[in-house]
Structure formats: structure tokens, C-alpha cells
């Protein structure tokens, strides 16, 4: 058997981007904003339903550039969750503030609001939550605590590409949201990154942020840095966007074929299920609990990959756990914050069409033999 | 006539691109250091004769790693020019250090080494010198007065792909060296970057700022960012990389037509000869004195423009006319700093394979009306 790993990645037709190649040779324009990033960004404003979604070159970028948005003080703290990719907390640290790590919400893995109230300072200028693994935050009690605080409320929302709650957009929520289309994602642009907000007034000052300030031949009017997607990756992107909907389906076919069989394994949780929330099917992990159910998240990776199967510690390591924050605490109501506990039990399988029957039952027999 | 503009991007063969595409469809491989990324690094490495060559996503989050790289204090100071893009002083600020201008040599261009010396002071941590238009800097004075500070030493080589001093490569000079590949270079991949040292050391770190810090699937060790290219633009620079030699040598000819007419004109300056320097031949600028010649830069721009001939007054503005830098001085030797006069007389002709010998004249009609 061919190894199978945790993502494959969404491609276009070969044919029909191998024309759009041609169209973009004949134009000869590859990047500033060309014909195709611009309808790309169209539609994505669109599927979005956001007044304002910008393309980036990718999510660190724009995660940077969406925490340029309001003026953070310096050095002041953005509060996060630790059990994230490691973008999340180095865009905080590259752009001079301070990441402050906080515990998340048992089940959910969200970042949890009453750990948030905890670490909230007089330095504190934002809260950076993360939507993990396509569950999302707690939205409105996380607003409310960046009201009543006067603090910017950011999301990562790299895991919710399509996310509705009661029928809104999780691109309109908060302050900004931050979207990546890496190739590991669902809908991807190789690499590729979008910030939406809920106020169109945001545009000019995020498409300064991505093109070096510049308003006009004559005036640079704000910092900026380089964050273009060129013409290639938009024209990549503008395909496969057609191609999202039938890949989620798979995906949804997918997750009812892995819940068969995990649901019922004692020491075996699977994602939560939150109501009007509608799941964007870029991840699928679980939660495996060694003293119920025997074997450790690690146990049952390696006899995964002994048959070729490649599934993900994801996120190990978290963000505490690298060097550059090994000092920072983890904020939490308990006394041994949850996330030292989950970060050794989360594991996400392989979730896309290219998993088969014959892998799904290759899964199902590892987890059962171990039960 | 069409119009014509200051660059046109070397593009690869069409139907050589296309294969390429059904190959990076076959791998499913999308980015993330994939083939085409490591073939393009080493021809790069080879071509640019350095031990230590390493791709970026575009020139600016190069810079931006670049700056990184030798651990600047924050609020420290970085001595440039204020004649350059604006990536070079926002990547300054981005990274939480001051940027300080200084003044260009008259002719050269480049930044003034004396100018240097004067704006040194405790705070100083780092020189960010810039090869502009092609015409490389006082490297040798400037690695003295770095030596004799104990400070790091950096260009911005945008201009200078491919350009070497009696046989050096330009960049493995001072402690790095960072290229733009964007669309208007002469070798591009569609947008694109790259650092330069003369360390094979630096190679880790460097990989390090490029992906997140990420040592291993356990390891974190830094802070970085993302500043991956993707396989499609590797694959476009490795089929355009052998186009370079044929598309420099139409621009050397180029040159020699354009300097045919205009050298001779009282009042107009073509670029600066060095001994024992290649032109890498990226931009073709002139200096139009208008006391004596009559016609200011901008008049010259506007007649060529009106026979849709697009010059490019660049640097137009100049670092210190941006809004984030008007209150910043530019020390000079010289009671007016030079660039603030010779900012208004700089103007870049179109210099690119796509100027045929009918534009070489209306150009050259547009000068002799005007003497």
C-alpha cells in the first residue's frame, strides 16, 4: 500500500490550469494585484460573506499584518493558546509583542475564557484566539471580556475556511480573522493567506499593510511589508474554490465512517459536535485517554505508521514547549493546566477523498485490536 | 504603439512551464522545501558562487529575516539610505529597530560611507547598505567602518543579481546579502527572495527563520516565520534561470544605444562605470540636471509618457518623504544632503528586451527636442 498521510492536497484540473498558464503568459502580468487576484478575492469576499477578505502570500503574514491593523502598543501582551502551529505565537513575538499562553476548554480545546479574565493585565492589548482543528471559540463570551477590557479580539481562524455559526460567517467575527490556504488545507493556493474583518473601512488600511504603504505613485503613507499572492496562486486558487464543496462532502462521508467505529471505544473521544455550527472538515482529531483506553495517542500513532499510515501529533509540540517559550506559564483556572494533559492525547487522522475504504478499515483495525 | 513600460518579466517557455505543472500535479508536492525548491536553491548557490544561498517568498520577508538573523537589539539603530524601495526601511521598522538615514555619493548613489561614520552612535547596531540601480557600494570602507564598530553589515542586493567585483560574487560580501525576485527583476519567479552569506553555517539558521523555527517534528527552536516558496515558483525560476545570460545581453546592448545618444547631452549623467564591476543590468537610470539641460526629470517623464513611453521616477518618493519617516533626518557630510537634490532628477528608461530599436528612437527624439 501506498503511505497515506494526514492531508493530500486540492488541485485544479491539470488541463484547465495549464490554459490559465497561457492566459497569464499572454498577459504578462504575475503579481500586484492582477486580473486573477482580483477576482479571486472577489469570490472569496463572496464565499466569505465578509465586507472585507484580503488575500496575503500566506497566514503567518497575514496574521503578522492583521495584528499591524490596530496598533498594538509595544511590547504589550496578546493573550493565546498555546495548542496551536507555532505561527500563531511567533507573529505575536516577531511583531515586538509579548505572547501571554492560556489554558483551553476541555472537549472543545478552544481557548478558555475564564483562563483569559486570569491573565488580562495592564499590558494586555489583544486576545489571538485560535478556532482548533475547525471548533470554534467561544465568540460571544470572548467579546464581551475584550469589550469590557477594551482589548482587539483576533482570530486565527486557519482551521474554519467556510465556518458558519447560526448561518454568520466566522470570517465576520471579532476584530480581524486570519485564514490560511497552505497546501495542507482545504481550500489551498499552494501557499496563500486571507484576512477578513467586518467593517469594509478596513480595506486601504490592510492593502497598505500588504503592499509597503504605498496609496500612490507620489505618497508611502504607513509601514507595510511585501504580502502579495501572485497571479499563479490566485489563478490556482480561483479553481480550485469550485472544487471546495464536493471535497468537503468527502470529508463529511469520511468523518461518519470514522466515528462508526471510534465513537463507541471507551477512553476514545472524538471532536465535539457545536450546535449551528457548521464543521469546515479540515480536521479530524481525537482525544485518546491512556488510562481508559490502554494504549497512549503515541502507541497508536506508531502502530499506525508501522502500516504506512501517517497520522499527526497535532499540536506536538505546543507552543510552551519550544524553546523561544519555554519560561512563559501557562494561565489556567486549574492547578495543571488541561493543555499539558491533551497536548499528549490529541492525534488527527488522515481526513481527505484520498483516504479509501481499504485505509478507513486498516484504522478501524489498529484502534480495535488496542480496545 | 503599445505602451511601453520601465520592465517587462522574463518569462519561461510556455509549454516547458506546462510540464513542469503536470509534474508538481504527479508529486501532489506543493511547497514546503519540495524538488524544484532544492534544485532551484543549489543553481542558485552554484550561480551565485556563495556557500550559503537560501529561497524566500518574496525580497521583503528576506530582509525581514535577514535583520533577524544577527540577534539586533530591539529600538537598536540600522544606518540606510533613504534612496531605495520601501521595503528597505519598512523591514527595518517591521523587525522593531530604528532606521537611519544617511546620506548617497554623488554619481555612485550608493550609500556615502563618510555619512556613515557620522550617524554612528551607541545605539548603532547594524549597517543596511544598498546596491541601487546596479552600481555596487563602497564595500571595502564600509566593512572597515563595520569592523571598526563591531557592527553587522547587510545589503539589500535587489538591484545586483548575478554582478561580481574583479570575479567576487557580490553576495558573499559584508554579513549577508538579500536578493528580490520579483516580477521586475531581471530573474524573477514571479515574486521571490533570497539570502546570501558567505557562512555555510549560517544555512540552519537561516531555514529556521524561514520555517517557523521548526528543528524537527519535536523541536521548535526559534522564532520564524513563513517564508517558503512554493513549487510552482521554484519550477518557473529554475526554467527562467538559463533565460537570464540572453536577456542580459539584449539589455548590455540596450545600454550601449541608450548611452549612444545621451552621453554626449550636457546636463544628463548615465549610470556611473566601475572598474572591475559586472552590471547585473536590472535598471538603466540617468541623472537630468535641469539647470543645465533645461527640461527637468518630471518633464522628460511626461513626454515620454505622453507618447505612452513609461519611465519610472525611482526612488520617487524617497524613504525620508514616506509618511512613517518625514520627521527622520538624513545625515550627511554636506549642509543639503545630496539625495534630497538628486531625488528629483533621477529617472529610470525602459530597460528590457521588449525595447525595440523604433522605441530607442522616439526615446532619443523626445532627449534631442529637448537639448
Known amino acids: 500500500m501506498e503511505p497515506l498521510f494526514v492531508a493530500q492536497p486540492l488541485l485544479p484540473d491539470l488541463a484547465d490550469f495549464q490554459n490559465i498558464v497561457a492566459e497569464v503568459w499572454r498577459t504578462k502580468t504575475l503579481t500586484n494585484g492582477g486580473p486573477f487576484h482580483q477576482r479571486l478575492e472577489s469570490e472569496l469576499e463572496r464565499y466569505l460573506d465578509v465586507p472585507t477578505a484580503m488575500l496575503f502570500n500566506n497566514g503567518t503574514v ?11 502598543p509595544a511590547e504589550s501582551e496578546v493573550i493565546t493558546t498555546p495548542l496551536t502551529f507555532a505561527a500563531t505565537a511567533h507573529a505575536v513575538h516577531w511583531n515586538g509583542l509579548k505572547p501571554v499562553f492560556v489554558d483551553v476548554l476541555p472537549d472543545a480545546l478552544t481557548i478558555d475564557p475564564a483562563a483569559v479574565q486570569k491573565a488580562i493585565t495592564s499590558k494586555t492589548s489583544a486576545i489571538l484566539a485560535v478556532h482548533v482543528y475547525g471548533t470554534v471559540c467561544e465568540v460571544d463570551q470572548l467579546q464581551a471580556i475584550a469589550d469590557q477590557h477594551g482589548l482587539r479580539l483576533i482570530y486565527d481562524s486557519a482551521h474554519v475556511f467556510g465556518t458558519t455559526i447560526n448561518g454568520r460567517s466566522i470570517g465576520s467575527y471579532g476584530d480581524a ?8 488545507k482545504l481550500f489551498n493556493t499552494l501557499e496563500g493567506g486571507l484576512i477578513s474583518t467586518n467593517k469594509a473601512s478596513d480595506k486601504a488600511d490592510i492593502y497598505y499593510l500588504r503592499n509597503f504603504g504605498i496609496k500612490s505613485e507620489d505618497e508611502v503613507i504607513s509601514v507595510g511589508l511585501n ?15 469550485p472544487r471546495v464543496p464536493e471535497e468537503r462532502r468527502c470529508r463529511s462521508e469520511l468523518r461518519q465512517k470514522y466515528e462508526g467505529f471510534l465513537t463507541g471505544l471507551p477512553g476514545i473521544k472524538v471532536q465535539l459536535k457545536q450546535p449551528g455550527v457548521t464543521n469546515a472538515e479540515q480536521y479530524f482529531p481525537i482525544i485518546i485517554d491512556q488510562a481508559t483506553y490502554g494504549l497512549s495517542r503515541d502507541d497508536i500513532y506508531d502502530r499506525l505508521k ?40 490529541v492525534l488527527c487522522l488522515p481526513f481527505h477523498s484520498g483516504v479509501t475504504d481499504r485505509h478507513v478499515a486498516e484504522i478501524k483495525d489498529v484502534f480495535n485490536k488496542a480496545a
Open 62 to 72: 497575514a496574521l503578522m499584518a492583521a495584528l499591524k491593523l490596530f496598533d498594538l
Open 306 to 345: 508501522a502500516k504506512g499510515i501517517y497520522a499527526r501529533k497535532y499540536f506536538h509540540p505546543i507552543c510552551t514547549d519550544f524553546v523561544p517559550y519555554r519560561d512563559y506559564p501557562v494561565h489556567s483556572i486549574r492547578n495543571t493546566p488541561y493543555v499539558n494533559t491533551v497536548k499528549s492525547q
Open 177 to 184: 480573522s486570519v485564514f490560511s490556504f497552505h497546501a495542507t
Open 227 to 241: 504580502g502579495k499572492m501572485n497571479e499563479l496562486q490566485a489563478a490556482f486558487g480561483l479553481l480550485n474554490l
